[in-house]
């Protein structure tokens, strides 16, 4: 499925570039190399009906350190705060849909994108950071990193992460392994050489499976909770069609969105007993 997936990305980014090649002299002149992707300024946000909840303003510190842990699948804090991740992106369409749906919320959210989308799609993995989401290392290929040894691993996560920063200038600072699969002896020296913490999730919508949209939104509504870890896929088209409902579902039952490493920085403060109150600390 995967296979067929990019097949048809292939053929789309073809076919995109042969048409605005015959609008567009300049490229054609370009022709002969390969071009990895195009700029998006043409995009517009479409209009929403009514307004839209919007998160809250937050300046979150986003520090965390080494000793806060090697795996995470969720956070325990105290405060309805959760970490929505959109993993193996960034997609041409479908990804630059979800930011516009995300900004009209202002909300943050981790995307754990795959190192070969990343050299497809540079403009589109900028807009992530531009606007203030935060990038995180899927490994350069998506494969299952349990049956690969240490030299390959170690080499998916270098290529995917200078991916990244080759088109975003910024460094992935957690990893997400591809099906979630990864060994706990592989977690803990990646966590000594990367600084990597392992984020898996505490949400799994399993929207990779087609459910529908209403599905995937009742099936993260119903199992959001305080330091939740939010699994979804912005590869899919289905995934996006959710989200207005599923963001404004969890907005509207006081949820507050934060980046996973906003979430990480919050566990050592969490330590003290936990307090019943929900009013957002603002620091
Ligand atoms: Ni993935």
């Not at 990804?95 to 990343?118: E, H, Q, S, W």
């Amino acid at each position: 499925m995967k296979v067929a997936l990019h097949a048809l990305c292939f053929t789309l980014l073809g076919m995109s570039l042969g048409s605005c090649k015959n609008a567009d002299k300049n490229l054609a002149d370009d022709a002969v190399k390969p071009v990895k992707s195009q700029a998006n300024n043409a995009y517009r946000a479409p209009s929403t009906r009514g307004p839209v909840p919007r998160n809250p303003d937050m300046s979150l510190s986003s520090s965390f350190g080494k000793d806060a842990g090697v795996t995470f699948s969720r956070v325990s804090v105290s405060q309805p705060f959760v970490a929505m991740t959109f993993d193996d992106g960034p997609h041409p369409s479908n990804t630059p849909r979800l930011l516009d749906m995300l900004r009209d919320r202002n909300i943050k959210a981790t995307f754990y994108v795959i190192g070969r989308n990343v050299d497809m799609y540079p403009e589109i993995t900028r807009r992530i950071v531009a606007e203030g989401h935060e990038i995180g290392n899927h490994t350069y290929t998506h494969g299952n990193l349990t049956k690969m040894g240490d030299d390959s691993v170690r080499n998916e996560l270098m290529k995917c992460r200078a991916s990244i920063a080759k088109a975003t200038g910024v460094q992935p600072r957690t990893l997400r392994p591809p099906y979630g699969a990864l060994l706990q002896r592989q977690r803990t020296w990646i966590h000594s050489e990367f600084n990597y913490p392992t984020i898996m999730w505490s949400v799994d919508p399993r929207d990779w499976q087609r459910p529908g949209p209403s599905v995937v939104t009742s099936r993260i509504l119903s199992g959001a909770t305080p330091g939740a870890i939010i699994l979804a896929h912005d590869l899919h088209a289905p995934t996006v069609d959710a989200m207005p409902a599923t963001l404004d579902g969890l907005l509207k039952k006081g949820y507050k969105f934060v980046t996973v490493s906003q979430l990480l920085a919050m566990k050592p403060k969490e330590e003290a007993p936990a307090q019943a109150s929900v009013t957002p600390s603002n620091p």
